[in-house]
């Protein structure tokens, strides 16, 4: 049953914003909370997104959500290890993301913000400043590729003379942006809130980072022209556990995980969202971009659950006027 139409009461339906927060792999839950929004007939008139949510947000609006969804379920271990190109002497991240941003130009091509449906913001962080910044215009694929670029993992992007990492960084869940934005009604997905869900994730206390043996994969996939020793002394501390506590990936990667959760606290505690979505993902690792199907099955789980609360909030925001959305950028406000 549709809930998004009409507003009930004779009332005007508000204009939606919907903050998609950032969370690495668990991004993925994205992708079944917006197919389970559209089937309530909620949908956006302001998106933004924060790292792995400005991505899916982003393809979400250009129409790219199936392509997004058929590449991510079809993600196996292997197809993973395609992907890192590591690059550990030069650039500002250990892996380069240059076949990941191939894979994008290929179904985005040149296409821009500014041709996208409805207002669309991707937030990063300038590195030298630590400000919070909202891509607004400009090609799509360069904004989200600023917003998900995790310090460490990727190296930081350089977008009108300043460079960019990870929106996640400032603001993880961008209920504020919406808001700007001119959303009457903002709906939150939050990717961290299932702290206490690593109870559910059987096996060791300290598991790996990408839920498997990433580096003895590495070494059993790759050519014989590249042996498993070409791989080098570094890359095997980053990825190898040899002794019971986290690899050095592991505690790089949970650490930002650890910062994130205590951000988004903090940040939905003075900026509360209209509704607040929750997927339950804490068993699912920062990194386990292999486990697409439990993501996306979770992110409908947690829709179909705050149906009462989205009723609710649809019924009391559709008694007030439907305004038209504000870009602070296209009206000369700074955006940072």
Not at 22 to 45: F, P, Q, S, T
Not at 175 to 184: D, H
């Amino acid at each position: 049953m549709a809930i998004g139409n009409g507003g009930g009461a004779g009332g005007r339906r508000p204009r939606i914003g919907i903050a998609l927060g950032g969370g690495v792999a668990r991004g993925w839950a994205h992708i079944g909370a917006l197919r389970a929004l559209k089937r309530y007939g909620i949908e956006a008139d302001i998106v933004c997104g924060a790292s792995v949510g400005a991505l899916v947000g982003g393809l979400h609006l250009a129409g790219k959500l199936d392509e997004l969804e058929s590449w991510v379920r079809g993600l196996t271990r292997l197809k993973i290890v395609g992907y890192l190109d590591l690059r550990l002497r030069r650039g500002g991240g250990l892996i380069g993301g240059d076949r990941l941003m191939a894979e994008l130009r290929q179904h985005l091509g040149d296409l821009r913000i500014e041709e996208l449906p409805c207002p669309y913001a991707a937030i990063t962080t300038d590195l030298v400043t630590g400000h919070e910044v909202w891509l607004q215009q400009g090609e799509l694929v360069d904004a989200m590729r600023a917003s998900f670029s995790l310090p460490g993992v990727f190296p930081p992007v350089s977008i009108d003379g300043r460079w960019m990492i990870d929106g996640a960084l400032v603001n993880p869940v961008p209920v504020s942006a919406c808001r700007a934005l001119g959303a009457q009604m903002v709906i939150a997905i939050n990717l961290s809130g299932d702290i206490l869900g690593k109870a559910r994730k059987p096996g060791a206390s300290v598991p790996t980072a990408a839920g498997f043996d990433l580096l003895r994969l590495v070494e059993e996939e790759m050519p014989e022209s590249r042996s498993p020793s070409a791989i080098g002394a570094l890359t095997r501390r980053i990825f190898r556990r040899d002794y019971e506590g986290p690899s050095l990936f592991g505690v790089m990667v949970s650490s930002l995980g650890i910062v994130t959760d205590r951000i988004t606290r903090s940040r939905l505690a003075g900026e509360p969202p209209d509704v607040h979505i929750v997927p339950r993902l804490g068993h699912i690792g920062l990194t386990e971009f292999d486990r697409a199907d439990d993501c996306i099955r979770e992110g409908e789980a947690a829709v179909e659950r705050a149906l009462p609360d989205l009723h609710d909030a649809l019924a009391v925001f559709a008694t007030g006027p439907r305004e038209s959305a504000r870009d602070p950028v296209r009206e000369g406000r700074p955006a940072d």
